[in-house]
């Protein structure tokens, strides 16, 4: 009995130091180590584009797996770490310069988290640009900064922040309204992503604009100082509007011809636009000949849109504008 005492407890000394063992190699195991997790990309890259590799080290050199956990459109190769933009990445260093998101790294038996930095390297938008969409800007900038021959050239836009009312006044038909109402929508299309608008109101009181329809003796005795203007010249209509450090308020409007084209274009005028030199050829609504022909070109809605997109601000000198456009049409 005494022999077979021994042997068990042999036995049963042996099986604890087998356990023990395993235990050890469990614990050994290395969490795999990041290396940069810092990138660069140019802004406005495009889809597809490559923006690095995550790296790690794993002591035991297991097989390592890459996920990401963000809401950024950026994909990751799980094997190899690879970093990709997407369709939907918004790579704008205007908007910021800095994007970051969690990466995880798995070996097999443990995580790591980390966050990756994406930092964007500014680019000059107008180099990248058409000659179309920078015949664009151009045009902006004549249109906007008054540099028809005819105008005294200005250094800084102007442009409405409160939405216009308009009041109608003189010898108002029921065509001319019409006319006029026609004009507001085509107008207000042009608006529709901007906190601006134009629409009429029945009263002088509640108006911030003023639509005068009539013969030019009657400006005499309503606005003295616009009768001073156009007494005596060929003046068909004429807008004025009180600017108050680029920002328009107040128009006065006068028109002496029921056609939709003449009060369209005055009240380019009153909305900060200056007369166009695309006349020749292509009858811009701005031209200062006015003909029945003429209308909004598509390039002149375009920069309509963009002079009171909520983003542009009033007193944009030209430099400023070109930054806004070129990086505008890129993101488009």
Known sequence: ????????SVFIVFSCSEDNDNANDEIENTAPIFGSLVFEIP?????GTAIGNVNATDAENDDLIFSLDTDLDVSIDETTGALTTGEDLLLDFETTNSLSAEVTVFDGKQLVDGTITINLTDINEYEALSDEQRELIEYFQYLTLWQGPSSTPLNFTSRWEEPMKLYLDGQISTQFRANVETVLEEYNVLFENSDFNISLVQTLEESNAH?????????EELWADVFEIIDGKTFSGYAITANNN????NSRIWVSNPLAILFKHELGHALGFGHSDKCDMENSFMCSNIDP??????VEKSIIQYAYDNEFSAGSSASEIELFLANQLILE
């Open 1 to 8: 009995m005494k022999k077979i005492y021994l042997l068990v």
């Open 43 to 47: 802004e406005h890259s495009e889809a």
């Open 211 to 219: 639509l005068y329809f009539g013969e030019a003796a009657d400006i």
């Open 246 to 249: 680029s920002v328009l308020s």
């Open 293 to 298: 022909e003429h209308d909004f070109l598509e």
